[in-house]
């Protein structure tokens, strides 16, 4: 089984696209996130846990690792949507004047971008395929894998055959936990969320 798992919420008092930049770990609350994952996974046969480079998912994966007594093995396919790249730097709430319409276009239609340096469907691909990889690679037992919203969106439905247009529908949510049944298709069997909410706001903060 593969758990496709959420860094927790991050420090990010200025509402930035923090997309890849260095310096954004976990806040607060994002730490009870990760342990509550932690402890959400503790029971399950995990051999490896596997992160995206970012320091937020590095982090959330340690929590996971620890109680497995696993070391973090870092994986720079898992990295954020190279969409964010774009708007690097720039309050969530000045992308509107700043790049007018692009928020509205990813927020609408997130498969139909032309302004974005990686489609929604390449970036499935690249995180399908390392799912498909790990999943291989770790028949032994399960396989946590610790990366962002859209990329984990992405590859949870590229993997279950789902529509690409459901990108935005019921994304999951900091430190939550999609845990996959590979086959063909692979098989959603449950979506995990932590009991600590994120406090800021479910409906921008889109990394």
């Given at each position: ?5 959420r860094h927790g919420e991050v420090e990010n008092p200025k509402h930035l696209v923090y997309a890849d930049l260095p310096g954004f770990g976990l806040s607060d609350l994002g730490r009870l996130q990760a342990k509550q994952a932690a402890r959400y996974l503790s029971s399950r046969p ?162």
């Open positions: 089984m593969v758990h496709l798992t995990i051999v490896a846990v596997w992160s995206s480079p970012l320091e937020r998912a590095i982090e959330t994966a340690q929590y996971i690792a620890a109680r497995h007594q696993l070391p973090v093995r870092v994986d720079e396919q898992l990295t954020e949507w190279h969409l964010s790249s774009r708007w690097s730097g720039i309050r969530w709430e000045d992308l509107p004047t700043r790049l007018p319409g692009e928020l509205e276009a990813y927020l609408n239609h997130p498969w139909d971008l032309d302004f974005t340096p990686e489609t929604l469907v390449d970036l499935a691909e690249r995180m399908a395929e390392v799912a498909l990889r790990l999943a291989e690679r770790h028949r032994e037992g399960d396989v946590v894998v610790v990366a962002h919203q859209d990329p984990i969106q992405a590859a949870r439905l590229r993997l279950t055959g789902a529509d690409h247009r459901r990108q935005q529908d019921a994304k999951p949510g900091h430190a939550s936990v999609v845990s996959l049944r590979p086959g063909t298709p692979w098989t959603e069997l449950s979506a995990w969320e932590p009991e600590a909410a994120s406090s800021w706001p479910p409906t921008t903060d889109r990394t």
